[in-house]
Each structure stands twice: as structure tokens, then as C-alpha cells.
């Protein structure tokens, strides 16, 4: 049986339709066109698909036959057509990522595993603080956004796959270093940098010792995990931050973990997209990627 798409697709048209003018008009092609894909099918099965029967057309049982295969067709046709835009997508994808600063000491190593598996995708990464994240996804500005829990009241999606423990920092000389359970209310007589308004440490710093009840004195404020390692290295004060930032100053001994009370503040990171967003192959295959359990390390 040697029969073309495109006669299968004139010829569900007419079935649709019962009518060769309407089934023109739908298909954009004169009727005469539409008639003679419909003859030739007629001939390439060697039976008529269409009887007449006073101003109507009406299928035949081979008719009806055909017409049930042409849409199983039509459909395996649409749907290997959306496997293979995927195939795209992801051979020649684009992620826009954007994290919150304190999770930047840790995507890129995830980034990088997932580029060695998908090399086609490029990727933009964003580095901001937890207010910036929640602008660019209200705005749409991005794909796909690293934080902390998100608010309600954004129309977000928001999963959580990795802990953030947050942790308090001391210059190694420091009298408490050492020291085992440390209550919390023996903070009250230091002195903490903060991070910037819109950080989302800070927001679960002021929240964990207003909960606790524990004032605390709050000295300089820096704008980044950076400045604020720095300056507690400096002896300006304890630092409150996320272990994640810490990695390199705790192997070089720069930097020590206090035995407080109630610590570490263990938050999550969530991977977050706007509600309902239809996200591209690559921002699909990454928010996979890091969802599968054996990405989900925590050290
Ligand atoms: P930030 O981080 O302190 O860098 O803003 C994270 C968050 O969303 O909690």
C-alpha cells in the first residue's frame, strides 16, 4: 500500500468535514485539490473511503477504518515531533540560573556536572541576594532561581533538595573557640557584623534570636559572605553565615564554628520557578538533574 502523509492528512480533513469544500477551506487548497488526494488514496487501497448518497458524503466501512489509523498516525506524528524539539532544546539549550549569593559556593561544582552531562546547554548564571532573587522572579528575568524557603505570595514553585545550615563564626583567637555548648544567651555580650538588608541570612539571623528571645548587639554591616568573613577574621565581631560559605577559611584555620546553643539554624535550599512557567529544555533537564537523589549531597 504505497500512501503519502499528506493524502492522510486530506483525507481525515474530508472525514472530519463529510464535505470536500469545507475540508478545502480548512487546508487552505482549492477542491479539486482536496478531490484528487482522495482519488489517488482511493486508488493506492483499491477501495473507495467515501460514498455519496443524494448531496452528502459519507465514509465506508474502509472509510472508517482508515480515518481511526490516520489519527493514530497523526498523533505518533506529533508526538515524535515533541520528542525531537526536546532533543533540541537540550542539545542546544540555554539555562538562566540565578542564585542567592550564599548558594554561589556551591552551584557552580552542580553546574559543572551537569554541563559534563548536557555540554549543548549554555549556561547564565546570576548572582544576587535573596531580594534580588525574588524581583527577578517576579519580573521573569530568569529561568530558574537557587534560595532559601521563598515567600507566600509570589505564585512560586519551590522544592527543596539540599540543608543550609547556618552556623556561628569566630576569629580563631577568640575566648569562646573551643568552648563546648555555649547557651545562647552568652551571644548577648558580643558584638555580630550583619549582612546587607535583603540578605536571606540575615532575614533567618534577626527571626532565629527574636524567636529565641536573645538580644543581641549588632556592630558593622557587610555587604556580602565575603566582607563578613573577613571582618570577623578582621576581630570586628562574630559572624552569623551559612557553612557553605566557609569551606575554604575552616580548612586554612581563618575561621572557627562556635558550639552555641540552638545552632546550626538548619534552613533548606529550594530550586524555585515562577508558578506554571513553562520552562525551556534546559532549565527542565537541570531541575531534574538536581533533584535526583545522588545530586542531593549535603557535606
Ligand atoms: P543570601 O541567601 O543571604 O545570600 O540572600 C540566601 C537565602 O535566600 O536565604
Not at 2 to 12: N, P
Not at 50 to 61: D, V
Request: cysteine-free; hydrophobic content about 40%; proline content about 4%.
Amino acid at each position: 500500500m504505497r500512501v503519502t502523509l499528506r493524502q492522510l492528512e486530506v483525507f481525515a480533513a474530508v472525514a472530519r468535514n463529510l464535505s470536500y469544500t469545507r475540508a478545502a477551506e480548512a487546508l487552505h487548497l482549492s477542491q479539486p485539490a482536496v478531490s484528487m488526494q482522495v482519488r489517488q488514496l482511493e486508488e493506492a487501497v483499491s477501495m473507495p473511503l467515501f460514498e455519496q448518497l443524494g448531496k452528502k458524503i459519507y465514509l465506508t466501512e474502509a472509510g472508517r477504518e482508515l480515518q481511526n489509523y490516520s489519527r493514530i498516525i497523526a498523533q505518533q506524528l506529533a508526538e515524535a515531533e515533541s520528542v525531537l524539539d526536546e532533543l533540541k532544546g537540550i542539545q542546544r539549550g540555554h539555562l538562566n540560573i540565578t542564585v542567592a549569593s550564599t548558594a554561589n559556593y556551591f552551584i557552580p561544582a552542580l553546574l559543572a556536572a551537569f554541563s559534563t552531562r548536557y555540554p549543548g546547554i549554555k549556561i547564565s548564571l546570576n548572582v544576587t541576594n535573596r531580594q534580588g532573587t525574588l524581583k527577578q522572579l517576579d519580573e521573569n528575568e530568569t529561568d530558574i532561581v537557587i534560595m532559601g524557603k521563598p515567600p507566600d505570595g509570589h505564585d512560586l514553585e519551590a522544592q527543596p533538595f539540599r540543608e543550609n545550615p547556618l552556623v556561628v563564626v569566630a576569629p580563631p583567637g577568640h575566648a569562646l573557640v573551643g568552648r563546648k555548648r555555649i547557651p545562647l544567651k552568652r551571644l548577648s555580650e558580643e558584638t555580630f557584623l550583619v549582612r546587607e538588608t535583603g540578605s536571606g541570612t540575615r532575614i533567618a539571623m534577626e527571626r532565629f534570636f527574636r524567636e529565641a528571645k536573645v538580644e543581641i548587639t549588632t556592630g558593622m554591616e557587610a555587604g556580602s559572605n565575603e566582607a563578613v568573613k573577613q571582618s570577623v577574621q578582621a576581630g570586628l565581631g562574630l559572624g552569623l553565615l551559612s557553612r557553605d560559605t566557609l569551606a575554604m577559611e575552616l580548612k586554612l584555620g581563618q575561621l572557627k564554628i562556635l558550639d552555641v546553643e540552638g545552632f546550626p539554624i538548619v534552613r533548606h535550599w529550594h530550586i524555585v520557578h515562577r508558578k506554571g512557567k513553562r520552562l525551556a529544555a534546559g532549565a527542565r533537564a537541570f531541575k531534574e538533574f538536581l533533584l535526583d537523589p545522588a545530586h542531593q549531597w549535603s557535606e
